[in-house]
């Protein structure tokens, strides 16, 4: 795929259409995964240049998506609004924003991990 596409892991489906339409207007390839098993199957078909992962998905969390693209040579940054059930270490290692975003943050954080 390249450095271009974004892997956008969101179980609530109004939040995965409006980050996805962000995303695409301002250019990336995007796929997207509600759960933390179609990411996987995602990340092992793919290569993508950040992986965005929801915090708390139904069948796992973020910070083990978060660690399966590292693991695969990929960044990836957490967007939760649980923060505090994660350890800091695990935020910290992958970055993360909070819940609710604003568009901007979102776009710089991605652009930021983008370069890494």
């Known amino acids: 795929m390249g450095s271009n596409s974004i892997l956008l892991v969101e179980d609530d489906p109004d939040v995965r259409a409006l980050l996805e339409h962000i995303l695409l207007a301002e250019g990336y390839r995007v796929d997207v995964?509600?759960?933390?098993?179609?990411?996987?199957?995602?990340?092992?078909?793919?290569?993508?240049?950040v992986v965005l992962t929801d915090g708390v998905l139904p069948d796992g969390n973020g910070v083990d998506i978060a660690d399966k693209a590292k693991a695969r040579g990929m960044p990836a940054?957490?967007?939760?609004?649980?923060?505090?059930?994660?350890?800091?270490?695990?935020?910290?290692?992958?970055?993360?924003?909070?819940?609710?975003?604003?568009?901007?943050?979102?776009?710089?954080?991605v652009a930021r991990h983008l370069k890494m």
């Open 33 to 49: 995964a509600a759960t933390a098993m179609h990411a996987t199957s995602l990340l092992d078909a793919n290569s993508y240049g």
């Open 77 to 109: 940054l957490i967007v939760t609004g649980y923060a505090l059930r994660f350890a800091k270490e695990d935020l910290a290692r992958h970055g993360f924003l909070r819940k609710p975003l604003r568009a901007r943050e979102l776009l710089d954080a």
